[in-house]
T-cell receptor
Framework: QKEVEQNSGPLSVPEGAIASLNCTYS??????FFWYRQYSGKSPELIMF????GDKEDGRFTAQLNKASQYVSLLIRDSQPSDSATYLC????????????FGRGTSLIVHP | DAGVTQSPTHLIKTRGQHVTLRCSPI?????VSWYQQVLGQGPQFIFQ???????GRGNFPDRFSARQFPNYSSELNVNALLLGDSALYLC????????????FGSGTRLTVV
């Protein structure tokens, strides 16, 4: 069973702080990694994807990938109340699959 | 350009009935995937279609079926509905050839009573 694990939270951070969201995966051959944001009652929205070890930055968001540790994270700098949502980690497993496995998501609350 | 369109947005059905959910992908996208999301959980994969062929099937019973049409739109059918089928059903559109992630539709909220 290929698994993607996330702490369900909630993770509570003050406005302006850095929020750090973590995800681990079981399939060592996984090749591509995605972060989605899902507001309550809405559908997921793609924030970032990362394929290579290291950091990838897009505005206030940074995705970090460590394949040796089977770990991917999302950092949100200068967190805003509008960032309050559930963040889903998704992993495309080995074999060239285009079918990602999703984690259960981490609920983030940014309080003023 | 229109995004991913799903219909209906909400649906209430009785146990034992069947339901058909519909999805139109982004123009130019040839792949449609279906996911089920229950409250508090991540999306669970049901089916993926690419160029009208089934490319993957998740761990769902045979009551669930799907198809993709020549215009790349798709239908998800669920027979003999159970209370446990109550969930948000998400359609995801992708090109099918490059792996840049999904664009999701707004979903269909199915309630089985």
């Amino acid at each position: 069973q290929k698994e993607v694990e996330q702490n369900s939270g909630p993770l509570s951070v003050p406005e302006g702080a850095i929020a750090s969201l973590n995800c681990t995966y079981s399939d060592r051959g996984s090749q591509s990694f995605f972060w989605y944001r899902q507001y309550s009652g809405k559908s997921p929205e793609l924030i970032m994807f990362i394929y290579s070890n290291g950091d990838k930055e897009d505005g206030r968001f940074t995705a970090q990938l460590n394949k040796a540790s089977q770990y991917v994270s999302l950092l949100i700098r200068d967190s805003q109340p509008s960032d309050s949502a559930t963040y889903l980690c998704a992993v495309n497993t080995s074999g060239g699959s285009y079918i990602p496995t999703f984690g259960r998501g981490t609920s983030l609350i940014v309080h003023p | 350009d229109a995004g991913v369109t799903q219909s209906p947005t909400h649906l209430i059905k009785t146990r034992g009935q069947h339901v058909t959910l519909r999805c139109s992908p982004i123009s130019g996208h040839k792949s449609v995937s279906w996911y089920q999301q229950v409250l508090g959980q991540g999306p669970q994969f049901i089916f993926q279609y690419y160029e009208k062929e089934e490319r993957g099937r998740g761990n769902f019973p045979d009551r669930f079926s799907a198809r993709q049409f020549p215009n790349y739109s798709s239908e998800l059918n669920v027979n003999a509905l159970l209370l446990g089928d109550s969930a948000l059903y998400l359609c995801a559109s992708s090109s099918g050839t490059v792996n840049y992630g999904y664009t999701f539709g707004s979903g269909t909220r199915l309630t089985v009573v």
